[in-house]
């Protein structure tokens, strides 16, 4: 059973790995076709799973999805996402009963089935239920939201020099002014620019390679 109770208003930083260790991301559509599911899901009381949404004529995809960023209900937050080879991590506020396990659950599952069909496999994609820590200060959740958005270069999957156009994590939509999957809001409130909100994120970059170099020690 699940150790952590999710409740409303409350941040969670949540994390997930391919079966062991496999990779969860094969090819740019999967990874595109996540974040939209992403997008998607952080909504409640949809009347239609992203399969179905997907084989809609293309205006009126663009109708619902006007109609669900209008007047849709949000069952989460998202302030930080990163999808990488063989796991992802979310930075999410539960805002409805059951929102985080709603959200991750259709996410992971709609994932596996697209992934089951595309490579013609059977079971499960992800190593068990989902992981999740609650946030319990601001100061813990500013360094989390930093660790996901450095995620990707600490993990060797892309070089420093790559970060700002790595398009699988949300580091990308608050270097822009555009809407996405993430409520910016909080954690833009945290700095006077976006030239301070990147030092702080490149700041902590070797430390991070440092960690995940002798990580697995601990686990040893």
């Known amino acids: 059973m699940r150790k952590t109770i999710f409740a409303n208003e409350e941040v969670y930083h949540v994390f997930n790995l391919g079966v062991e260790r ?10 595109d076709r996540a974040l939209l599911a992403l997008n998607f899901y952080r909504f409640r009381d949809l009347p239609m799973g992203l399969a179905e949404f997907l084989r809609l004529e293309q205006g009126e995809r663009v109708s619902f999805f006007s109609q669900l960023l209008q007047k849709g209900e949000k069952q989460v937050d998202v302030f930080a996402y990163s999808l990488m080879p063989n796991h992802f991590h979310l930075l999410v506020k539960q805002l409805t ?35 999740a820590v609650r946030i319990e200060s601001d100061e813990q959740f500013i360094h989390v939201w930093r660790y996901i958005q450095i995620n990707s ?21 608050y ?11 909080p954690i833009l409130d945290y700095f006077s620019s976006i030239k301070e909100l990147k ?6 970059i070797d430390y991070g390679k440092k960690l995940e170099a002798i990580k697995h020690l601990a686990l040893e």
């Open 22 to 31: 496999r990779p969860i991301f094969t090819a740019k559509r999967e990874y």
């Open 97 to 131: 009963e059951g929102g985080i396990t709603k959200f991750v659950g259709d996410f992971s599952n709609s994932h596996t089935r697209y992934f089951n069909i595309k490579h013609q496999r059977k079971g499960h994609l992800f190593q068990g239920a989902f992981k």
């Open 199 to 204: 030092n702080f994120v490149y700041d902590q």
């Open 153 to 173: 270069v600490v993990s060797l999957v892309i070089k420093e020099a790559e970060l700002e156009n790595y398009p699988y994590s949300s580091f990308t939509e």
């Open 175 to 185: 270097l822009s002014e555009k809407t996405g999957v993430c409520n910016k809001k």
